[in-house]
């Protein structure tokens, strides 16, 4: 049961925290952190879930790929932000 409480009051704090930065911030990349750090909460939620579920073994797995596809999804984030970027940057110097 505390393992399951830290990671709701971890999660919680996380969102919390997540969903402050992705409000105050203006910049598009410290946006897309806040989003993936609100995340990576609902992951920790998840995981307060799955505590009580016996078969723990496969959660993980379950987890670990979850963790994968939110990286794999932010780095393509900031990729088409640096491209959008470029393209913008270059049309501004053809006028």
Do not use: C, H
């Not at 009051?9 to 910049?27: E, M, N, W």
């Not at 998840?46 to 790929?65: H, I, K, N, R, S």
């Not at 963790?67 to 990729?79: D, I, R």
């Amino acid at each position: 049961m505390m393992t399951q409480t830290l990671l709701w009051t971890l999660s919680i704090l996380l969102l919390l925290l997540g969903a402050t930065g992705f409000a105050v911030k203006r910049d598009y990349v410290r946006r897309i952190i806040a989003f993936n750090i609100m995340s990576t909460a609902v992951l920790l939620m998840f995981a307060g879930f799955a505590v009580t579920v016996e078969d723990e073994p496969m959660l993980t797995g379950v987890f670990v790929v979850l963790l994968l596809v939110t990286s794999v999804l932010t780095a393509l984030t900031l990729s088409m932000r640096s491209q959008l970027v470029s393209r913008f940057n270059l049309s501004d110097r053809d006028r």
